[in-house]
Nanobody, 116 residues
Framework: VQLQASGGGLVQPGGSLTLSCTAS????????MSWYRQAPGKQRELVAV???????NYKDSVKGRFTISRDSAKNTGYLQMNSLKPEDTAVYYC???????????WGQGTLVTVSS
């Protein structure tokens, strides 16, 4: 497995979760790490992205609640999710773009369920 996502689970509204995404050493020169999500019956959407230069962008609906970060030494990205809402329920996927391989790598997805 080249990209491993973890950290999903069931949480109550208002709760928090942190997702992790670890890239294997075979993925070289990761330019960007991104988090996407796909809710049942909906298309996959971009949630947050962080570049190797530290530039960050968020989907409007998660601004102020989610924080993306990365530890380049560990080849790991994170998505800290606070003040979770039922509409955040989805399968969350991490994606790493390598400008060495000129391709995307996708993790297997981790389910986040926000429900009381």
């Amino acid at each position: 497995v080249q990209l491993q996502a973890s950290g999903g689970g069931l949480v109550q509204p208002g709760g928090s979760l942190t997702l992790s995404c670890t890239a294997s050493g075979s993925i070289r020169r990761i330019k960007t790490m991104s988090w996407y999500r796909q809710a049942p019956g909906k298309q996959r959407e971009l949630v947050a992205v962080i570049t190797s230069a530290g530039n960050i962008n968020y989907k409007d609906s998660v601004k102020g609640r989610f924080t993306i970060s990365r530890d380049s030494a560990k080849n790991t990205g994170y998505l800290q999710m606070n003040s979770l809402k039922p509409e955040d329920t989805a399968v969350y996927y991490c994606m790493a773009y390598s400008d060495y391989d000129v391709r995307d790598y996708w993790g297997q997805g981790t389910l986040v369920t926000v429900s009381s």
